[in-house]
Protein backbone atom coordinates (compact mmCIF):
# COMPACT_ATOMS: atom_id res chain seq x y z
CA UNK A 1 0.00 0.00 0.00
CA UNK A 2 1.47 3.38 -1.05
CA UNK A 3 2.27 5.63 1.96
CA UNK A 4 -0.37 8.94 2.13
CA UNK A 5 1.30 12.44 0.79
CA UNK A 6 2.85 14.32 3.65
CA UNK A 7 3.15 17.69 3.12
CA UNK A 8 2.30 21.65 4.48
CA UNK A 9 -0.20 22.72 1.63
CA UNK A 10 0.07 26.53 2.11
CA UNK A 11 3.90 26.42 1.84
CA UNK A 12 3.21 24.00 -2.07
CA UNK A 13 0.70 26.85 -2.64
CA UNK A 14 2.76 29.68 -1.78
CA UNK A 15 5.74 28.10 -3.60
CA UNK A 16 3.30 27.60 -6.68
CA UNK A 17 1.87 31.17 -6.26
CA UNK A 18 5.28 32.29 -6.44
CA UNK A 19 6.15 30.63 -9.83
CA UNK A 20 2.99 31.75 -11.34
CA UNK A 21 3.33 35.11 -10.27
CA UNK A 22 6.90 35.41 -11.24
CA UNK A 23 6.19 33.73 -14.85
CA UNK A 24 2.72 33.77 -15.49
CA UNK A 25 0.82 31.05 -16.22
CA UNK A 26 2.69 30.17 -19.77
CA UNK A 27 6.05 30.59 -18.55
CA UNK A 28 5.38 28.24 -15.81
CA UNK A 29 5.90 24.56 -16.70
CA UNK A 30 5.24 21.20 -14.82
CA UNK A 31 8.95 21.21 -14.60
CA UNK A 32 9.23 23.95 -12.78
CA UNK A 33 6.24 23.26 -10.35
CA UNK A 34 7.74 19.47 -9.59
CA UNK A 35 11.31 21.24 -8.80
CA UNK A 36 9.60 23.83 -6.68
CA UNK A 37 7.27 21.24 -4.81
CA UNK A 38 9.30 18.29 -4.29
CA UNK A 39 6.35 16.66 -5.86
CA UNK A 40 6.07 13.81 -8.28
CA UNK A 41 3.62 14.36 -11.48
CA UNK A 42 1.29 11.74 -10.25
CA UNK A 43 0.75 13.25 -6.68
CA UNK A 44 1.02 16.47 -7.63
CA UNK A 45 -2.10 15.74 -9.72
CA UNK A 46 -3.81 13.74 -7.53
CA UNK A 47 -3.86 16.58 -5.11
CA UNK A 48 -4.44 19.45 -7.24
CA UNK A 49 -5.29 18.31 -10.98
CA UNK A 50 -3.76 19.38 -14.25
CA UNK A 51 -2.02 22.79 -14.18
CA UNK A 52 -4.50 25.01 -14.71
CA UNK A 53 -6.65 23.58 -11.87
CA UNK A 54 -3.19 24.44 -9.96
CA UNK A 55 -3.26 27.53 -11.43
CA UNK A 56 -6.64 28.18 -9.99
CA UNK A 57 -5.60 27.16 -6.74
CA UNK A 58 -2.72 29.11 -6.65
CA UNK A 59 -4.65 32.10 -7.43
CA UNK A 60 -7.19 31.57 -4.74
CA UNK A 61 -4.35 31.59 -2.06
CA UNK A 62 -3.27 34.93 -3.64
CA UNK A 63 -6.78 36.35 -3.51
CA UNK A 64 -6.97 34.86 0.38
CA UNK A 65 -3.47 36.23 1.41
CA UNK A 66 -5.02 39.80 0.10
CA UNK A 67 -6.23 39.89 3.55
CA UNK A 68 -4.20 43.48 4.21
CA UNK A 69 -6.54 44.48 1.01
CA UNK A 70 -9.38 43.93 2.32
CA UNK A 71 -8.77 45.42 5.92
CA UNK A 72 -8.24 49.02 4.37
CA UNK A 73 -10.85 48.76 1.69
CA UNK A 74 -13.34 47.47 3.86
CA UNK A 75 -12.36 48.17 7.27
CA UNK A 76 -14.38 50.61 9.31
CA UNK A 77 -11.70 53.72 8.73
CA UNK A 78 -11.43 53.41 4.90
CA UNK A 79 -10.99 56.30 2.84
CA UNK A 80 -8.04 58.40 1.19
CA UNK A 81 -5.81 57.39 3.68
CA UNK A 82 -6.57 53.52 2.75
CA UNK A 83 -5.50 54.69 -1.01
CA UNK A 84 -2.19 56.05 -0.22
CA UNK A 85 -1.70 52.72 1.86
CA UNK A 86 -2.68 50.28 -1.14
CA UNK A 87 -0.13 52.62 -3.59
CA UNK A 88 2.67 51.84 -1.19
CA UNK A 89 2.02 48.15 -1.01
CA UNK A 90 1.70 47.95 -4.76
CA UNK A 91 4.82 50.09 -4.99
CA UNK A 92 6.35 47.36 -2.77
CA UNK A 93 5.67 44.33 -5.02
CA UNK A 94 5.94 46.68 -8.14
CA UNK A 95 9.24 47.53 -7.83
CA UNK A 96 10.54 43.76 -7.36
CA UNK A 97 9.02 43.40 -10.97
CA UNK A 98 6.25 41.23 -9.92
CA UNK A 99 3.23 43.33 -10.86
CA UNK A 100 -0.09 42.44 -9.43
CA UNK A 101 -1.20 39.08 -9.87
CA UNK A 102 -4.36 39.21 -10.73
CA UNK A 103 -3.51 41.68 -13.65
CA UNK A 104 -1.12 39.19 -14.55
CA UNK A 105 -3.79 36.26 -14.30
CA UNK A 106 -6.46 38.56 -16.82
CA UNK A 107 -3.21 38.50 -19.52
CA UNK A 108 -1.93 35.21 -18.96
CA UNK A 109 -5.49 33.63 -18.66
CA UNK A 110 -6.83 35.10 -21.95
CA UNK A 111 -3.36 33.94 -23.91
CA UNK A 112 -3.87 30.15 -22.37
CA UNK A 113 -7.66 29.74 -22.18
CA UNK A 114 -7.84 29.76 -18.37
CA UNK A 115 -11.48 30.83 -18.21
CA UNK A 116 -12.03 30.55 -14.63
CA UNK A 117 -8.63 32.04 -13.26
CA UNK A 118 -9.73 34.97 -15.34
CA UNK A 119 -13.09 34.63 -13.41
CA UNK A 120 -11.60 34.68 -10.42
CA UNK A 121 -9.45 37.61 -11.20
CA UNK A 122 -12.53 39.51 -12.71
CA UNK A 123 -14.28 38.82 -8.88
CA UNK A 124 -10.92 40.42 -7.24
CA UNK A 125 -11.28 43.23 -9.67
CA UNK A 126 -14.94 44.20 -8.59
CA UNK A 127 -13.76 43.45 -5.16
CA UNK A 128 -11.24 45.97 -4.73
CA UNK A 129 -13.25 48.67 -6.89
CA UNK A 130 -15.96 48.22 -4.39
CA UNK A 131 -13.66 48.83 -1.62
CA UNK A 132 -12.13 51.89 -3.29
CA UNK A 133 -15.41 53.38 -4.07
CA UNK A 134 -16.46 53.19 -0.35
CA UNK A 135 -13.43 55.09 0.45
CA UNK A 136 -13.94 57.50 -1.96
CA UNK A 137 -17.63 57.79 -0.84
CA UNK A 138 -15.55 57.84 3.54
CA UNK A 139 -13.56 60.61 1.93
CA UNK A 140 -16.40 62.54 0.28
CA UNK A 141 -17.92 62.84 3.62
CA UNK A 142 -14.79 64.10 5.53
CA UNK A 143 -14.22 66.85 2.73
CA UNK A 144 -11.16 65.53 1.25
CA UNK A 145 -12.91 64.41 -1.98
CA UNK A 146 -15.46 67.05 -3.47
CA UNK A 147 -19.23 65.53 -3.30
CA UNK A 148 -20.09 65.87 -6.71
CA UNK A 149 -17.74 63.56 -7.90
CA UNK A 150 -18.24 60.62 -9.20
CA UNK A 151 -17.40 57.94 -6.87
CA UNK A 152 -17.55 54.82 -9.00
CA UNK A 153 -15.70 56.64 -11.83
CA UNK A 154 -13.00 58.33 -9.54
CA UNK A 155 -12.32 54.16 -7.88
CA UNK A 156 -12.24 53.13 -11.90
CA UNK A 157 -9.37 55.79 -12.22
CA UNK A 158 -7.40 54.42 -9.23
CA UNK A 159 -7.69 50.86 -10.53
CA UNK A 160 -6.08 51.82 -13.70
CA UNK A 161 -3.54 53.45 -12.44
CA UNK A 162 -2.46 50.66 -9.60
CA UNK A 163 -2.57 48.21 -12.36
CA UNK A 164 -0.21 50.21 -14.65
CA UNK A 165 2.50 50.50 -11.79
CA UNK A 166 2.77 46.76 -12.65
CA UNK A 167 4.20 47.38 -16.25
CA UNK A 168 6.11 50.03 -14.85
CA UNK A 169 7.51 48.29 -11.90
CA UNK A 170 8.33 45.52 -14.76
CA UNK A 171 9.84 47.76 -16.89
CA UNK A 172 12.78 48.71 -14.58
CA UNK A 173 10.79 52.29 -13.18
CA UNK A 174 12.10 52.96 -9.51
CA UNK A 175 10.55 53.47 -5.86
CA UNK A 176 10.67 57.02 -6.11
CA UNK A 177 8.75 56.85 -9.80
CA UNK A 178 5.30 54.92 -8.50
CA UNK A 179 5.74 56.78 -5.80
CA UNK A 180 5.42 60.22 -7.88
CA UNK A 181 2.76 58.38 -10.09
CA UNK A 182 0.33 57.76 -6.48
CA UNK A 183 1.06 60.95 -5.37
CA UNK A 184 -0.34 62.59 -8.20
CA UNK A 185 -3.34 60.18 -7.83
CA UNK A 186 -4.64 60.99 -4.79
CA UNK A 187 -3.91 64.54 -5.52
CA UNK A 188 -6.63 64.47 -8.40
CA UNK A 189 -8.66 62.82 -6.37
CA UNK A 190 -8.92 65.68 -4.04
CA UNK A 191 -9.20 68.34 -6.99
Not at 4 to 11: I, S
Not at 43 to 66: C, R
Not at 81 to 109: V, Y
Request: charged share 30%; net charge neutral; aromatic share 8%.
Amino acid sequence: MARPLEYDRQEVLNKVMALFWRHGYAGTTLRDVLVETEFNRHSLYKEFGDMEGLFQVAIENYFQMSASLWNLLEGDNAGLESIRKIFEMRRRNDSKGLGCLASNTIISGVECGSEDAVELAKKYFKRVENGIVRCIKRAQETGEVRRERDPRALAKYVLTVLHGLGPMGKSGASKEALKQVADVTIESLQQ
